[in-house]
């Protein structure tokens, strides 16, 4: 288990020869980062513990710009030789680079920090809570949904992390950081004669200590207490039939199609094709921006990486860049984009908002999602209030499937949780909902914002992204919302049509 | 690292854990990379690591408990301190239900050999033709080149010491047209960059954009398609990863038969097709024993050392296996079968290129790869993606022009008995896959009825 302070253990000493080397050799930038990652994990299966696990994983990295062009390397060795030795590589890379480089690598200015740390605070340290603590807690869940005549399988799982990191420069920077993540979900599984269903918590992974798992910020009591029920009830539920309708879409479910049709649409990297191999585009283009009807009027959208429990929450990003909040879309229109040190540069910014992250000290920093998240209605609408507002429609709970195109125009997502409405009622559940849209299509058909009695900060913990492939942590905020003439398809139907 | 070779750290690792035992495997990684985009490089690294995995078998009450603890160690007190944590975790998660004896599997001579060490020069040949091929000024070419070598130490406390070393190269190359209004790619998978010729690849995707100069409408619904080696990859990959005997056998997969039964025996297809993994496979051979610390449904941390063979799940059109531990195995009442890191997929009447199989399909969609594959509902595995980089519409044998991407929703299981034709089993990358899975042999395929559900605008 690792203790609350491992940061003073990270050996950043190694950092200052790394970038008077770095600066000799003629970098124009110099940055030196050491990233330790701790992780644990306990999975059970129908009640018997299937794996303990715990990772400890720590390295160091050296990234420059030298005539012009990137070089990073890193190494799992923390000694001065390694240090040296990577400075070297990344040097060698930038030359490598720069052969073949038509575009000069150029960084906004960010003030100098100095010396100065940053912690995410939390309640209880869940890294130190012995692995039978968890397993007593997983093992409570387990029996309270395992007796239920429906349930014939169960799966749970809890795993909590944390990064300490540090991060000096050639601009005076000594940035020492820490931040815990934590999460855990039960899966409930029915088999009939007819096939199998399922369903599984909700709760998001938060930026939160072991207090999470025991009632502060979720109600796993009451969320557990009504899964066997809710399960038999998804089991014998009649299959929705394809078609358009309305849509109220709980923050459990719409945190995640905001990630996708929202959050990565407004990576200024993918608008500039960084990632047009890999992760992709966006039909969000810099032209846009200032103009672009993006969704209604009611749809303002921030970006932050200083969001209480956020998991994307810093205090500096992984180019000494102060963490801030923005505008990302402002009354339906586009009006901001996530950007690093050099992507802010390419469009003329004077200052980026600091989303540069890697996931590692061995993968170089890329722009990197802060967390996205949907403003509140001021007034205080609440989830029935919306539901009351639908004469045919459903009520989506809880993310599952989800696929969007390489522009972030096309998706389709399903969920945990289907409740038809008729006439403002909730009169029982559907099965095999999907909901597939256009994105400015999707957002431009919103009628309905709940109002912060509704708002939830949902979230994953594997955002991929990159060449090499990165997962970054992120959490997306949301009231529930109300959205008209959906396109519904029915999953049955699309794999024996 | 440490005074240590990663060899002697498992010696010390297993000597720690003692007559209780345990596994504990060393692994060593030297990587390289290189990323392009708008036709000049953007980022690259050269990154070197090393860790130590312990599973640590501790006697408790009923059984054996078993502990997983990894990190980089740097010393003696390092693995002193990761074998402590390994046997808390045993000792607290209770009696392991696939607790098994360990078995003597191989000695291998090299074992105490250094890491294999890494050459770069690939890295250095992909640059200096990037450089060529990015003076072309009619597309902007995208991409990224890789090369890795892994050298794995496995040691288990019942005298196995095997070392395995390979090396993973993958290439992929993207061109869009200065619109952005067309965009082609070429990727491949393989042991090293020097074999890469980065020129066929820049023709390859060039045609590719020629091609979609002429634009076809076509409305979603159900088409004839040809799927490259790269899209039948990323879909029997994802066939192969859910072909869980234990899930089955609990009528929890899309592999399950009625009363507990699975499917096996049950003819999914017409065709003769195999979908296989063989780590002898010739030139994409891989770790030929079972390696595994963590337990799932088709894997457990007791059968480490066990020899894997090549293993066909489905064998001329029939289910014929599906992957497990000795312990799910036993649950799920079917032959110990694990799986080696690699895919083939063959098609006895297939024959041709993924050209000459577009020809013969005479009036078509030809599908350059998919993208964003996920599992709608796991009881038919209807999987859902996108299109991507060249949708080519084919008439009476030729391609005529391009159609725009959809969104497919259809079943790698379902589809298996609408192939009409295949081609021969070609080395690919898998696009959608490639983080996790280069080492593929598949043959592309001809599908009749291929549900193309909505239009994707994306390019």
Same mark, same amino acid.
């Given at each position: 288990m690792a203790d609350r302070n491992l940061d003073q253990e990270l050996?950043? @000493? %190694?950092g200052q020869n790394a970038l008077d080397v770095a600066a000799q050799a003629g970098a124009e930038v110099a940055h030196f980062r050491i990233a330790r990652h701790d992780s644990r994990g306990v999975s059970l299966r129908d009640g018997n513990v299937e794996n303990v696990a715990s990772d400890s994983t720590c390295a160091l990295s050296v990234r420059v710009v030298l005539d012009g062009a990137w070089g990073f390397a890193g190494s799992a060795d923390l000694t001065p030789q390694a240090a040296l030795d990577a400075t070297n590589r990344a040097l060698a890379m930038a030359r490598l680079s720069a052969q073949v480089s038509s575009d000069r690598v150029e960084l906004v200015d960010e003030p100098s920090h100095g010396e100065v740390s940053w912690r995410m605070p939390?309640?209880?340290?869940?890294?130190?809570?012995p692995d039978s603590q968890v397993i007593e807690l997983l093992t409570e869940w387990n029996a309270r949904i395992a007796?239920?005549?429906?349930?014939s399988h169960v799966d749970a799982h809890a795993a909590m992390g944390r990064d300490s990191t540090y991060f000096s420069d050639l601009n005076g920077n000594r940035i020492s950081q820490s931040r815990d993540r934590i999460s855990a979900q039960l899966n409930a599984i029915h088999v009939g004669e007819s096939g199998f269903d399922d369903i599984r918590t909700c709760a998001p992974p938060a930026g939160r200590g072991w207090e999470y798992l025991t009632g502060t910020g979720w109600d796993w009591e009451a969320e557990l207490n009504e899964l066997p029920e809710l399960l038999a009830e998804k089991s014998k539920a009649p299959s929705v039939e394809p078609g358009e309708w309305d849509l109220v879409i709980d923050p459990t479910n719409l945190w995640l199609t905001i990630h996708e049709s929202i959050g990565h649409a407004t990576e200024l990297d993918r608008a500039l094709g960084?990632?047009?191999?890999?992760?992709g585009t966006s039909f969000?283009?810099?032209?846009? %921006?200032? *103009?672009?009807?993006?969704?209604?009027? %009611?749809m303002n959208i921030i970006g932050d990486?200083?969001?209480?429990?956020? %998991?994307?929450?810093?205090? @500096?990003?992984?180019?000494g860049v102060a963490a801030q909040e923005w505008d990302l879309v402002t009354n339906g229109i586009l009006t901001g984009y996530q950007v690093d040190r050099s992507t802010a540069a390419r469009i003329g910014l004077?200052?980026?908002n600091g989303c540069a992250f890697a996931d590692s000290a061995l993968h170089t920093p890329i722009q990197r999602m802060p967390n996205v998240s949907l403003r509140a209605n001021?007034? *205080?609408?609440t989830t029935q209030d919306l539901i009351s507002d639908v004469e045919k429609g459903i009520y989506i709970v809880g993310d599952k499937s989800w696929s969007i195109d390489m522009q972030r125009y096309n998706f389709q997502f399903t969920g945990q949780k289907f409740f038809e409405i008729r006439e403002g009622k909730i009169v029982g559940q559907l099965r095999d909902v999907v909901y597939q849209s256009k994105t400015p299509d999707f957002w431009g058909s919103l009628t309905g914002l709940g109002g912060a009695s509704t708002y939830l900060l949902g979230g994953a913990l594997n955002c991929g992204k990159g060449q090499p492939g990165q997962v970054a942590p992120v959490s997306h905020g949301c009231p529930s919302a109300l959205f008209r003439n959906i396109n519904i398809l029915n999953g049955r139907m699309e794999a024996s049509a | 690292m440490s005074d240590l070779t990663i060899a002697q750290s498992v010696e010390v690792a297993l000597d720690l854990l003692g007559s209780n035992g345990g596994v504990v495997v060393g692994e060593s990684n030297f990587s390289a990379n290189l990323r392009w985009a708008n036709s000049s490089l953007t980022t690259n690294g050269s990154t070197q690591d090393n860790t130590l995995s312990i599973a640590a078998f501790v006697p408790v009450d009923d059984g054996v408990g078993c502990g997983i603890a990894s990190g980089q160690v740097r010393s003696v007190a390092d693995i002193e301190k990761l074998v402590s944590t390994g046997r808390a975790s045993a000792i607290a998660g209770g009696? #392991?239900?696939?607790?098994n004896d360990l078995v003597s599997g191989p000695v291998h001579?090299?074992? #105490?050999?250094?890491?294999q060490a890494p050459d770069f020069s690939g890295i250095e040949h992909i640059a200096k033709s990037l450089g060529v091929v990015m003076q072309d000024t009619s597309a902007q070419y995208f991409g990224y080149a890789e090369h890795s070598v892994d050298t794995m130490y496995v040691g288990t406390s019942s005298g196995t010491r095997m070392r395995f070393a390979q090396a993973t190269s993958r290439f992929e190359l993207c061109a869009k047209s200065p619109e952005r209004d067309r965009s082609a790619w070429s990727g491949q998978g393989g042991?090293?960059?020097?074999?890469?010729?980065v020129f066929a690849h820049a023709k390859s995707v060039s045609q590719g954009l020629v091609h979609q100069l002429t634009k076809i409408e076509l409305e979603p619904g159900h088409h004839k398609v040809t799927l490259s080696s790269s899209a039948v990859a990323d879909l029997m990959i994802y066939l192969m990863w859910t072909a869980s005997a234990r899930e089955a056998a609990q009528g929890r997969s899309v592999f399950s038969a009625a009363?507990?039964?699975? !499917?096996?025996?049950?003819?999914? #297809?017409? !065709?003769l097709i195999s979908i296989s993994s063989d780590p002898?496979?010739?030139?994409?051979?891989?770790?030929?024993h079972v390696v595994n610390l963590g337990s799932s449904s088709m894997s457990s941390?007791?059968?480490?050392?066990l020899p894997i063979a090549r293993t066909s799940i489905l064998d001329k059109g029939i289910l014929k296996a599906l992957a497990s531990s000795r312990f799910s195995a036993t649950e799920a009442k079917l032959p110990f079968t694990p799986l080696a890191d690699n895919i083939e997929v063959i098609d006895a009447q297939g024959h041709g290129s993924l050209d000459e199989l577009a020809e013969r399909m005479i009036d078509g969609l030809l599908i350059t790869c998919l993208w964003y594959i996920r599992e709608?509902?796991?009881?038919?595995l209807l999987l859902t993606g996108l299109t991507r980089d060249g949708v080519y519409v084919v008439r009476e044998g030729k391609i005529i022009g391009a159609a725009s991407n959809f969104r497919f929703n259809d079943s790698p299981v379902g589809l298996l008995n609408r192939i009409v034709d295949a081609g021969e089993a070609i080395d690919c990358l898998? !696009?959608?896959?490639a983080d996790w899975f280069t080492r593929s042999r598949v043959a592309p395929l001809t599908i009749e009825?291929?549900?193309?559900?909505t239009k994707s605008e994306a390019i």
């Open positions: 050996p950043t @000493y %190694l939390v309640e209880v340290d869940a890294m130190a809570i007796g239920a005549d429906v349930v960084y990632e047009a191999n890999y992760a969000a283009t810099i032209d846009k %921006l200032g *103009n672009f009807k993006y969704g209604s009027e %009611l990486r200083t969001a209480q429990h956020g %998991l994307s929450t810093v205090g @500096y990003d992984d180019e004077s200052r980026s001021r007034a *205080n609408v | 009696a #392991s239900e696939d607790a001579s090299d074992f #105490s050999e250094a890491p042991t090293s960059l020097n074999e890469v010729d009363n507990g039964e699975t !499917r096996i025996g049950e003819k999914l #297809s017409n !065709r002898a496979m010739s030139g994409l051979e891989t770790v030929d941390t007791f059968d480490t050392g709608v509902d796991p009881q038919s898998p !696009r959608e896959w009825d291929f549900n193309l559900s």
